[in-house]
């Protein structure tokens, strides 16, 4: 099994985070990456197989896949333990949603503030940065109730929010200091022995590249 990740690849990082957890044998390739050029000229396999030309891409002999939610539900079915799926149909729902929030509402805001090339009082920069307090604010009140996203046990919509935090935060966007039951989770959640090594490489890489580095 080989994965394509990428230096700072948010999405990457899901996909690295979810095999490391799973204590898969996987070859993880980075593939090349500027902050000038980003992924171009795109790596043969991911122009291949992803039309998007984004990683990760998974291959693993005839399957051969991309989108880091894809990439979850393989490792599952493949992997069934340690589950990081809940059991449950409800449960199960609610992690896919928290997932699905993640990555399609709350790192859109990363996205846009991005797109505003460091001005925060374009229009689009002040509605995000808004979007992100109220997305932590909700996320606290989440994580009052419960130790992690989708219930009391560790899951993929874990990974999905950490990710997506991590790099709306190295823009600057860190969470309120109100927001504590948020602080405490990212804290938990880097910590775990999975997860610590990976987040130390996109460290070193942003420090290496001269941008700020999250303080999780």
Known sequence: MKLLSGPLSMFGMKAEIAVAEK???????????????????LHPDVARLNPKGQVPVLMDDEVEIFDSTQIFEYLEHKFPVPALWP????????????????????????????????DRTKPEAVESLR????????????????AYMAGDDFTYADIAWF??????????????????????WRKRVA??????????????????????VPAI
């Not at 979007?131 to 009052?144: F, G, K």
């Not at 910590?191 to 700020?212: C, G, H, K, T, W």
């Open 23 to 41: 204590g898969v044998d996987c070859e993880v390739e980075l593939v090349p990456f500027s902050l000038r050029d980003r992924y171009k000229p």
């Open 191 to 212: 910590e775990r022995p999975a997860i610590a090594p990976i987040l130390r490489r996109f460290s070193d890489y942003l420090v290496e590249n001269r941008l700020p």
């Open 163 to 184: 990710c997506a935090s991590f790099f709306t935060s190295f823009l600057g966007d860190e969470p309120d200091a109100g927001c504590h039951h948020v602080i405490a």
């Open 131 to 146: 979007e992100i307090e109220a997305q932590y604010r909700e996320r606290n009140e989440v994580l009052s109730r419960h």
């Open 87 to 118: 059991s449950g149909p409800a449960a199960r729902a609610r992690a896919r949603l928290e997932d699905l929030r993640s990555d399609e509402i709350f790192f859109m805001n990363f996205v846009a503030l991005l797109n505003a090339a460091g």
